[in-house]
């Protein structure tokens, strides 16, 4: 059928044969069109609401009896009483005209009666006929929908503080590779002294190496310009039934050598950064690659299952457990309080969430390098599903939803070098996290939002425990961490965002965050060193950041937004360089700020 003869179908015939007072208004055609898929009744008696009592029973009786060109409501109700304007008059006319074959005195003066509406109504229909069929003639896919986010991000950082750089950091840059002489004796790499910019500070007390220079200088000759970086992100959103989903994403960026999230401080990295991993030493910006591929389906009414080739954890989860943040500046506050639970890993994977009501529980598997052939572990690109070399992580979470509210428990087994990085953790809680065997990591995560936007803000929180185990592996570095003898290590995390909405003006939002990323805070068995050239068993890894925004909402697809941080101790324990002989300093930290510019479309 036509679309003009669908929008045509109505359950009132009967109006044109009775004096109706109408007015010549616009078509309503969503009320019209609302029976299109109804179907005729075939007799009177479908009525619930039509009476052998009522006037005009016997007309509508002919009607249906004699032409079929009557419909009524879903309900099985005709309304009768209900009025009309004269274009919906004329639709319900030309409904009947597709059915009669005898045309009656009466009916050529309906028919003209409703002439000009008719023709103003064929008009508009076959306007509306031609644009649906250039639509189609042009369309990108008839169901696949592109969509896009551009983000630009332009700022610096300042950093401050008196601790001296000690070549034990070294531990977290690396280690030369190990020798074997003639004989079959192997040396082991020695530590590689980070690239220390000049200084003025002389040799360490302790006659080790150069200490050329505070943590502070270091950064700021490495990272301390003014740079504008980056990120765009490409959706093909695919549907075959209408309820499944076949996402790819491109995405490209340049934020590799940008002050923001290395080389010396990881964790001012931000959640927009991002640059395509293409190996060691190797600059791949502007390179554009796929980010996503996976397809999501349902089972049944309350099961959905995901599977793809380049999926990430949170794209299998029933709920993410936070209402922080409308607009992302650091990448610490993005993982709902547990980076080692929620470590977003990305790669080959699959997973499976059953929701009903508010509950829900989820369970997911990926593999951040599966797709390696070699499974060999220790050997170089090793990996695969499902083995000692993957770079793996299991997630089961059950979370519970209002409204306006949620609460989720989660636990991840991460092993093979999968959890936190060096945006998310310090750089000692990191080493010990990903030099591990196994992890296990538990995050409890929380949010609420006002029913109206106003002074009171949306809150979200959350917190993470991890516990690395060895079971019996060494690692041991230039003298800053060893692990040898270490059965178990504790890292824990925790985060509170405050979000307020419609700030000045309407759509404009602004927002906070507090808390702490992951830190060490124990470790058992063994005699661990931590912190610098002498043997120190305290445990000083505790670190705060902060960050406030303003997002100026400037169209529906156009936002302007203004950040600042501070991080009191990016590096942890690493800088405040405990057990240290002479005066070397503690103290280290870093402040920044930018303006991040994003286009959706």
Request: glycine letters at 14%; charged letters at 10%; aromatic letters at 12%.
């Amino acid at each position: 059928m036509k679309l003009f003869q669908q929008l045509l179908v109505a359950p009132a015939a009967l109006g044109l044969l009775a004096p109706v007072a109408v007015q010549a208004a616009e078509l309503n055609i969503d009320g019209v069109n609302k029976y299109a898929s109804e179907e005729q009744v075939t007799s009177i008696n479908q009525f619930s609401d039509v009476k052998p009592t009522d006037w005009a029973y016997q007309a509508l009786s002919n009607l249906i009896e004699r032409y079929g060109c009557v419909a009524g409501y879903p309900n099985g109700t005709y309304k009768g009483g209900q009025a009309m304007t004269r274009y919906e008059a004329a639709a319900l006319l030309n409904a009947c005209l597709d059915r009669i074959t005898e045309v009656t005195d009466e009916l050529k003066r309906l028919m003209a009666e409703f002439e000009k509406e008719l023709a103003v109504l064929r008009g508009r229909v076959d306007g509306l006929e031609a644009k649906v069929g250039e639509l189609e003639a042009t369309q990108f896919s008839t169901t696949t929908k592109l969509t896009g986010k551009a983000t630009f991000i332009m700022g610096a950082n300042s950093y401050g503080g008196n601790a001296q750089v000690s070549p034990a950091a070294s531990a977290f840059f690396g280690t030369s590779p190990a020798t074997i002489a003639p004989n079959g004796v192997i040396t082991p790499g020695a530590p590689i002294v980070p690239v220390l910019v000049p200084g003025a500070f002389g040799p360490n007390p302790l006659g080790i190496g150069f200490i050329p220079n505070t943590w502070a200088n270091q950064a700021r000759q490495t990272q301390g310009a003014t740079a504008f970086n980056y990120d765009i992100q490409l959706n093909f959103d695919t549907s075959f039934t209408g309820k499944d989903l076949l996402r790819t994403r491109l995405r490209a960026g340049n934020f590799a050598q940008s002050p923001f999230g290395g080389p010396t401080v990881g964790l001012n990295a931000t959640e927009a950064g991002f640059e395509e991993f293409c190996g060691l030493g190797v600059d791949c910006g502007d390179v554009v690659a796929i980010n996503r591929l996976f397809y999501q389906f349902p089972l049944g009414s309350n099961f959905t299952a995901t599977i793809g080739g380049r999926v990430r954890q949170d794209d299998m989860l029933a709920v993410w457990p936070s209402a922080y943040p409308a607009d992302t500046v650091l990448d610490i506050f993005t993982y709902a309080g547990a980076p080692g639970t929620y470590s977003l890993n990305l790669g080959a994977g699959g997973g499976l969430w059953w929701k009903s009501g508010g509950f829900s529980i989820s369970a997911n598997y990926v593999s951040a390098n599966g797709d390696v052939g070699n499974p060999i572990a220790g050997t170089a690109n090793c990996g695969g599903i499902g083995n000692a070399c993957s770079s793996q992580t299991g997630t089961a979470q059950v979370a519970y939803t209002g409204s306006n509210w949620g609460i989720a428990a989660a636990y991840t087994y991460s092993s093979g070098g999968a959890g936190t990085y060096g945006g998310n953790a310090t750089p000692l809680a990191n080493t010990l996290f990903l030099n591990s065997a196994a992890t296990n990591s538990v995050g409890i995560s929380a949010y609420w939002q006002p029913s109206n936007s106003g002074w009171i803000p949306s809150i979200s929180t959350g917190w993470g425990i991890n516990r690395n185990q060895f079971n019996g592996t060494s690692f041991v570095d230039g003298g800053l961490v060893s692990t040898t003898g270490i059965t178990n290590a504790t890292s824990q995390s925790w985060y509170v965002g405050l979000q307020w909405d419609d700030v000045f003006i309407k759509g404009n939002s602004a927002g906070m965050a507090v808390g702490q990323p992951t830190f060490l805070t124990a470790v058992s068995g063994g005699n661990p060193v931590f912190g610098g050239p002498a043997a120190a068993t305290a445990i000083v890894d505790g670190n705060y950041a902060w960050e406030w925004w303003y997002k100026f909402q400037v169209t529906d697809n156009i936002s302007v937004t203004p950040a600042l941080y501070y991080l009191s101790a990016p590096l942890g324990q690493v800088s405040k360089n405990v057990g240290a002989i002479g005066t070397t300093g503690t103290d280290f930290n870093n402040f920044g700020g930018f303006i991040k510019t994003t286009f959706k479309f």
